[in-house]
């Protein structure tokens, strides 16, 4: 049974039903839904719709199609940020940011005018309620719209809500629980206004929790269905955010943000070295670390991962009935550090994998496949956001 736990920005509570067909209607207005849809099976593609994940550092895009094979990857392309165009999840810099969201698809030749972008996870309020199974769609949204007055801490004019119906309530099929997600609306313009600038519409804003949950069940397709029926966490660490997810039974159940990325490695490197930033970042990702200072700057930086990822396993533990986990998948930028994995492994004495949501996925002969998979740790949320285009 879904805990009835208050669920704040920074997690959700537990839900151990299976997901059964998904319901979300309009209560979003103008755009489509938050939530995440039933991974699998994806339908043929009904839309053209490109991904757009906006991180501290970068904008990627990246576009699918699917056929009877499976996906394939037909767009991509990353764009470069000025340093400081966006901080702390705040958009400092909206015309630079603009302009890398359209020189980014410019350069992945991206011919549709569509779509998919992501909220922070931060930025959402979710809340999961029990709710009478035969309300009607017009009674559950009437009923949700007096649900949220509840739980969202703001004006109902200032929030742009939408819900998604889970399943039936355990031992208890005459309820259902139902995720009713909020956000400002202003953030949600701020960053729609950002890909309007650019001359493209957004036709899906999602959260990235999700998008990762989406990515996440993908990527882990090939493993034993056991695998996909445990405790999965994924580590998305960033420049300057880790993101935290933990699936069970393949469905996100707990998420949150910690202030902990790369950035720490490429300052030690550039006081240490005596180097400028770009030198740094290059370093950082050298398959040859054995020299000197920047053996030992690295080695620090892993330990500091390995203490990160000790400390949020706890407060998962502690904020859930849970007391392991089964898999731990590693992704975002610091994730292709060379030994990162073999090194957490054996600090954690958990199974560590690095996340490749692109790994079952055929390239489109124009794309350079190899550096795309090169990167494919740092691509779950843009690829979520990609898999939209199958909803």
């Known amino acids: 049974m879904a805990s009835k736990t208050k669920v704040e920005k920074s997690n959700l509570p537990a839900i151990k039903q299976e997901p059964t067909t998904s319901k979300s209607n309009g209560l979003i207005g103008k755009l489509q839904t938050f939530f995440p849809l039933d991974a699998l099976p994806f339908v043929h593609q009904k839309h053209s719709l490109l991904g757009v994940d906006i991180t501290s550092q970068t904008v990627k895009v990246l576009g699918l199609s699917q056929d009877s094979h499976g996906y394939t990857v037909t767009h991509y392309s990353k764009e470069a940020l000025p340093l400081g165009a966006i901080s702390d999840r705040e958009i400092k810099q909206p015309e630079a940011v603009s302009a890398a969201i359209k020189q980014a698809i410019a350069q992945a030749n991206y011919s549709g005018g569509n779509v998919a972008i992501a909220m922070p996870s931060v930025n959402v309020i979710t809340k999961i309620i029990q709710v009478n199974a035969s309300l009607s769609d017009y009674e559950l949204e009437t009923l949700l719209r007096v649900e949220a007055e509840k739980y ?22 005459d309820q259902v629980n139902v995720v009713l997600i909020a956000a400002l609306l202003n953030n949600i313009d701020e960053r729609v206004n950002l890909v309007k600038a650019a001359g493209f519409n957004v036709k899906v804003v999602d959260v990235e929790a999700y998008a990762i949950e989406r990515a996440t069940s993908v990527a882990l397709a090939h493993l034993p269905v056991e695998s996909l029926r445990g405790i999965v966490a994924v580590f998305d660490i960033g420049a300057n955010m880790m993101a935290v997810n933990v699936m069970v039974d393949n469905q996100l159940i707990y998420t949150r943000e910690e202030s902990f990325g790369g950035s720490q490695l490429t300052a030690a490197l550039q006081e240490q070295l005596n180097i400028n930033y770009h030198e740094a970042e290059k370093i950082k990702l050298s398959t040859d670390t054995s020299k000197g200072e920047l053996a030992e700057a690295i080695a620090a930086f892993q330990r500091s991962i390995g203490i990160q990822l000790q400390r949020s396993l706890q407060l998962f533990f502690s904020a859930t009935q849970y007391s392991k986990v089964d898999l731990i998948v590693l ?41 795309i998979k090169h990167e494919a740790g740092s691509l779950m949320a843009v690829t979520g956001l990609a898999l939209r285009a199958f909803d």
């Not at 801490?153 to 099929?173: C, I, R, S």
């Open 152 to 173: 969202i801490p703001h004006p109902m004019e200032e929030v742009q809500l939408d819900f998604h119906v889970l399943g039936p309530v355990e031992k208890n099929p």
């Open 331 to 371: 992704a975002g930028g610091v994730a292709a550090m060379p030994g990162l994995a073999e090194a957490l492994q054996t600090k954690l004495e958990e199974t560590v994998i690095l996340a490749n949501p692109l790994q079952n996925m055929a390239f489109a002969p124009h794309l350079n496949a190899e550096l």
